[in-house]
DNA sequence: CCGAAACTGTCACCGTCGTTACAATCGGCT
DNA sequence: AGCCGATTGTAACGACGGTGACAGTTTCGG
C-alpha cells in the first residue's frame, strides 16, 4: 500500500462509527495488516458463503447489501457506505455469511483476514471487544428494521425508514437521501406506487422534497411525528 | 451456588447452542463466575437501558423479548428459552440494550456481570469470541426475521415463521409449538383473524394440526414448499 | 446534441388484510 | 363440579396496497 494510501485509509478508519473509542494504535495495526482492495460496479464485495473469510471495512463508494430470504429470493437489506463493516470472520461466528453486497459505485476496501484479525489479536485484545462492537451494532440495526416493518404500517414505515437512513449517514448534506423510489420500495416491502404516494403526501405537507433519484428531508421533526404515530 | 445447581447450570451451558465448539474449561469458568437469579412471572429479566449491565444465559423457562418500535411501542420479537443468551456488556457493545425481556414461566437464569467477564476474559479470552458469536447468532436471525417480513407476504410469512420456531428449538417435542395465535399475530404483523385463517387454511391442507394454544407440525416439508413460494 | 435508459407521476381494478363484533370452546382454579 | 378467563372460529364491511400499464421527465453516454 502506499504511504498517501495508508494516511488516507487511517482517516476513514480512525472516523468510522466503528473504532470511536479505540486507541490509533489500534487502527494502525488494522491499516498495516489490512489489503487495500479496489472494486467496480456489480462487483460483488462478499457472497453468502464465499471462500474469502474476513472483515472488509468500506472506505470510499457505496454497495447495496441483500439478504437472502426463503425461496431464493434476495431483498434489499440497506445501502453501505464508507465507515461500514461488512463480512465477517467465520472462524468466530460460526455460520455462513449472512448478506451479500453489491457495488453501485466503484468502491476501495480494507480487507482483514482471519489470519491478519488473528496477529493483530494476539497484540492488540482490543480487537475482539471492537468485533463483538460491530456485531452488536448490526444485531442493533436489524432488529430495529425488523421492529419497524412488523408494527408500523407503511405510511408510519416510510417516514422511519427515511429517518434511519438520515440517523445513518454522518456526512454534511445528509439531509439529501440519494435513492430512488424504486429502491426504497425493495428495501420496504412495498410498490413504488404505494411509495410514491406517500411521499407526494408527505412533500405536499413540506416534510420533504423530491428530486431525481433523491430526497431532501426538509422537516426532520415532522417525520418523527409521523413516524411516532402521533399524527 | 449449591454443588447440584451447578452442575446443572454446567450441563445446561454445556448443551447450549451458544457454546458448542469451546472447551470445558470456558463453560466451568462461565458457571463459577456466574450467579444464579430466579425469576417469576411478569419479572422483567432484562430492560432497555437498565442498570444491570452484563450477560444471562437462560437455565429454564420461557420468556417473552420485546424490542422497541418507534412511538413507544414495543413488538414481541421471539421467545427465549433455555440456552439463549440475553442481554449484553454495554461496555463492549456500546449503547442500550436492544430488547426487554419479560418472564412467562419462573425461570433461572445465570448472570454475568461485566466485572465477570473482565476476569474470564483475562485467563479464557475465548471469551471473546464466544460473545462476538453470539451477538452474530442473534444478529442473523434478526436479520432473517426482517428479510421476511419484507419480501414475504402472510401465507409465506406465517409459514416460514413456524418453520423458524421449529428450527429453534432442539427439544424433543419440537413439532408442537406452544403459542396462541394470538401471539402469533403480534409477532408478524399480523391480525388473529388473519392468522387464524391461514393457520386453518394450512390445516385444511394437512400440514399442521391446531390445537389449544398450541400447533402442531405435521408436515415440515409442505410448510417449506409454501414458505419457498413454490406453492 | 441527441437518443436510450432510468426515474417519476398517475390510473382503474381487484384482492387481501384490518376493524369490530359475537358465539363457541378449552383449561385451570376454587 | 362449576365458573371464569383465555383462546379459537367466523362474519360483514371498508380501506389500503398490489398489479399492470402508460406518459412525462431527467440523466448520462456516445
Redesign the pocket.
Known amino acids: 500500500m502506499q504511504a498517501d494510501d495508508q494516511s488516507l485509509v487511517f482517516e476513514a478508519l480512525r472516523h468510522s462509527a466503528w473504532l470511536q473509542g479505540y486507541p490509533d494504535d489500534l487502527v494502525h495495526r488494522l491499516v498495516s495488516e489490512g489489503r487495500l482492495v479496489r472494486l467496480n460496479v456489480g462487483e460483488w464485495a462478499q457472497a453468502e458463503g464465499d471462500d474469502r473469510p474476513g472483515l472488509s471495512v468500506v472506505i470510499s463508494g457505496l454497495l447495496h447489501s441483500y439478504c437472502a430470504a426463503p425461496g431464493d429470493r434476495e431483498v434489499l437489506i440497506g445501502l453501505v457506505g464508507p465507515g461500514s463493516v461488512i463480512g465477517h470472520a467465520t472462524r468466530y461466528s460460526g455460520g455462513p455469511r449472512l448478506v451479500t453486497a453489491v457495488c453501485v459505485e466503484p468502491s476501495t476496501f480494507l480487507e482483514l483476514s482471519e489470519e491478519a484479525l488473528d496477529r493483530i489479536g494476539s497484540q492488540a485484545p482490543h480487537i475482539w471487544q471492537a468485533m463483538a462492537g460491530f456485531a452488536y451494532a448490526h444485531m442493533r440495526s436489524a432488529v430495529r428494521m425488523a421492529a419497524e416493518v412488523i408494527s408500523l404500517?407503511?405510511?408510519e414505515r416510510i417516514a422511519a425508514r427515511l429517518l434511519a437512513f438520515h440517523d445513518h449517514v454522518q456526512s454534511a448534506d445528509r439531509h439529501v437521501i440519494k435513492?430512488?423510489?424504486?429502491?426504497?420500495?425493495e428495501m420496504m416491502?412495498?410498490?413504488?406506487?404505494?411509495?410514491?404516494?406517500?411521499?407526494?403526501n408527505f412533500?405536499a405537507a413540506g416534510l420533504i422534497r423530491?428530486?431525481?433519484?433523491?430526497?431532501e428531508l426538509t422537516d426532520v421533526g415532522g417525520l418523527k411525528l409521523i413516524a411516532d404515530r402521533v399524527v
Open positions: 404500517r407503511p405510511r435513492v430512488s423510489q424504486e429502491l426504497l420500495g416491502g412495498l410498490t413504488r406506487k404505494t411509495i410514491n404516494q406517500h411521499l407526494s412533500e423530491l428530486g431525481y433519484g433523491k430526497i
